[in-house]
């Protein structure tokens, strides 16, 4: 991979798994030298380190164990990330949790924890990096939305509404940005393949008494034309290519890797 990104420190929230994970070996692998943060098994933890450290040349990754639903939480982790990069020239929000449930049975305590992780958690570590890239001259800042950012599913009222609401707060943050050199997006995936999402298949199995590889194509997958998932490189790939060079004039847009989910 071309090093477009040597001299730059990136902060990956969410980034022990997934889509997160996928970004960070990108942004290491493109020259970058980035911090992981998220939950998971000390194991899959320190593997995770291993292989982003090893892309940036190091032992281990630096890692943020900060709990980003809370305020507090999301704070550390931007202190951490200054302590140990120097800087945070890039930011991605990305750690989410998922729940579905109809609205009248939808869990309070789920609620909260849904609209505090996927939608506060952007706010609060926007809030406590962009200081720095207002001083550094330069920044670039990732919302991972969702399709579901742009439009609904029934019974995904928590995250629907999270997701919306990043949506509304990048653009926000794209126009106070705009006379400078600092950039906010967004990037809409549609289903990736992640442990997110695949934990979605088993309880629809279940629920319409088909198969898993059914349950996948018709059901998960229903409104995704390509009937495919979206891989975790391909978000990585967009990612990289809106801190890259010549990214300066992307900002306040919600980007797309859907399948073609909301062409439909
Ligand atoms: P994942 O479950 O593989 O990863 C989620 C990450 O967030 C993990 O690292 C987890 O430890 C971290 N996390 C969860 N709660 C946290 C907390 N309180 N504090 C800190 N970290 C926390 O999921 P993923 O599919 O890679 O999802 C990543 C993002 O992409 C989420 O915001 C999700 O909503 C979004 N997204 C995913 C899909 C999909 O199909 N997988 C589609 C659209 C959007």
Not at 56 to 63: L, N, R, T
Not at 193 to 218: H, M, N, Y
Request: net charge negative.
């Amino acid at each position: 991979m071309e090093r477009v990104l040597e001299g730059r420190t990136a902060l990956v929230t969410g980034s022990t798994s997934g889509i997160g994970l996928g970004i960070a070996m990108f942004y290491a692998k493109a020259g970058a030298r980035v911090m992981l943060n998220g939950f998971g098994k000390p194991e899959d933890i320190a593997k995770a380190r291993a292989e982003v450290g090893a892309a940036m040349g190091v032992a281990e990754a630096p890692y943020s164990a900060a709990d980003l639903s809370k305020a507090e939480g999301c704070r550390q982790m931007v202190a951490e990330a200054l302590a140990a990069l120097g800087s945070v020239d890039i930011l991605v929000n990305n750690a989410g949790i998922q729940f579905v449930a109809p609205i009248d049975e939808f869990p309070e305590d789920k609620w909260d924890l849904i609209i505090a992780i996927n939608m506060s958690s952007n706010y609060h570590a926007i809030k406590a990096a962009l200081p720095g890239m207002k001083a550094k001259g330069w920044g670039r800042i990732i919302n991972i939305a969702s399709a579901h950012g742009l439009i609904a599913s029934p019974y995904k009222s928590a995250y629907v509404t999270a997701k919306h609401g990043v949506v509304g707060l990048t653009k926000t943050v794209a126009l106070e940005v705009a006379r400078t050199n600092i950039t906010c997006n967004a990037i809409c995936p549609g289903f990736v393949r992640t442990p997110l999402a695949e934990a979605q298949i088993p309880p629809l199995a279940a629920k319409f008494g088909v198969s898993e590889e059914v349950a996948l194509t018709d059901h998960l997958l229903e409104h995704q034309p390509s009937k495919k998932w979206v891989e975790v490189d391909d978000v990585a790939q967009m990612a990289l290519w809106l801190v890259g060079p010549n990214s300066g004039g992307m900002n306040g847009s919600a980007y797309s890797v859907d399948g073609g989910w909301t062409a439909a």
